[in-house]
């Protein structure tokens, strides 16, 4: 079966631009997640989708960075101004519930840059 | 709130010897443990859970309540074992809390 697609997979900008980043479930997995990695560290979680409804965004800085998952299946998530922290590995993943049973997936990631 | 610790960075081995990564956390409710692994140029992935109670290439896990500690060992290193190890813990509250993770270099 095919795995989380992401796209891009690089993305270099300057500070106060916008960047978008596109991810694609593994079919027929309700739950979504997007994390945020810095370098050295492990991966936070920004967001959290079940179908299309946000279940966990507590840790997503909405002044800037929004996400959506309008049709229950692939999601964005943006970043509008970019600042220099936000340089990052931004990871998606998914999986069919949103209990410690289900394994989640994750995509490649997507490498931003903010110069 | 919770947290993972993973006090070493990096952790090198020659090839054939044990293996320990250490990992500790902080919840005061009833922990869910994994291991995730990303090899050079792959994908994160689960390695394993402490819920299933099972071996995967060779390494095992054991929930220890009383340290808060969820160790990761292996009894003789391949050179194929050489990635970056991420402890993670599951709650109620926030699905997966992930350590800063341990780079294991084996050194043949």
């Known amino acids: 079966e095919a795995g989380v697609a992401q796209s891009p997979r690089y993305k270099i900008i300057e500070k106060r631009q916008s960047v978008a980043f596109w991810c694609n479930p593994i079919s027929g997995h309700a739950t979504l997640y997007w994390y945020q990695q810095i370098l050295g560290q492990g991966p936070k979680l920004l967001i959290q989708f079940q179908n299309n409804g946000v279940v966990d965004d507590s840790q997503l800085p909405k002044d800037r960075f929004s996400a959506e998952r309008l049709k229950g299946v692939d999601s964005t998530l943006k970043i509008q101004p970019a600042k220099l922290e936000d340089s990052a590995v931004y990871l998606c993943?998914?999986?069919?519930?949103?209990?410690?049973?289900?394994?989640?997936?994750f995509g490649p990631g997507t490498r931003l840059t903010v110069l | 709130a919770q947290r993972v610790t993973q006090p070493e960075k990096l952790l090198s081995v020659f090839k054939g010897a044990p293996v320990e990564l250490k990992c500790n956390y902080s919840?005061?409710?009833?922990?869910?443990l994994f291991w995730y692994v990303q090899y050079s140029r792959q994908r994160l992935q689960l390695l394993l859970r402490?819920?299933s109670r099972e071996s995967i290439k060779g390494f095992t896990a054991d929930l220890n309540k009383g340290e808060t500690s969820f160790h990761l060992k292996k009894p003789f290193a391949q050179e194929e074992d050489s990635a970056m190890y991420y402890c993670?813990?599951?709650?109620?509250?926030?699905?997966?809390?992930f350590g800063k993770g341990t780079r294991l270099s084996v050194i043949a």
């Open positions: 919840y005061s409710g009833s922990p869910e």
């Open positions: 993670a813990l599951f709650s109620g509250n926030t699905p997966l809390v």
């Open positions: 402490h819920i």
């Open positions: 993943a998914s999986s069919l519930g949103s209990d410690y049973l289900n394994e989640q997936f």
